[in-house]
């Protein structure tokens, strides 16, 4: 038995990071050389898609490239992160039943991220991620615990897959455009 535990809580886990590149691009590197060869990497890279191109064959690009066999995806929270349609699109298609599952789903406060009295509040962050908050199907974090944390975080939200998978809420519309 002990092998298959062994085996169970050290296999590697298809990671999708989702965050503002404008802001936030130092924190996903940082993740990405944290997590080295723990994790598989299924994150867009910098200028990876034409973000010129129409809006749906962006989000399918995404949906079927990246997050169609993710088993987490992990999003940062930076201050205008909450604002980004492409966020928005990729926490949708990470919760969606008819892409893979459902995969599970993390937010990170960055270090950058304004708490108010070690607190956030749900409407600084995204909604579709403050909505899985608040059902108890996503967990969120600070930079630091995380950090600290993440391979057993990680495990924890792909196991919560199935076993919250009742909790998830992914009924709002998606975003159509960045707010400013």
Known sequence: MYGYDNFYYNQKHKVFIS???HDDQKYKDTLEYLFGNTVINKSVSNGEYNTDISDE???RLIREDKISDASVVVVLVGPNTKNRKHVDWEIYAGLSRYINGNAGLIGVLLPTFPLYSGKYYYQDIPARLADNIKTGYADIYTWDDFTSNYSSYIQEAFDNR???????????????????
Request: charged residues 30%; glycine residues 0%; proline residues 0%.
């Open 19 to 21: 965050f503002y590149h």
């Open 57 to 59: 064959y962006v989000k």
């Open 162 to 180: 199935s076993k919250r998978r009742s909790m998830i809420d992914n009924s709002r519309l998606q975003m159509k455009q960045n707010k400013w």
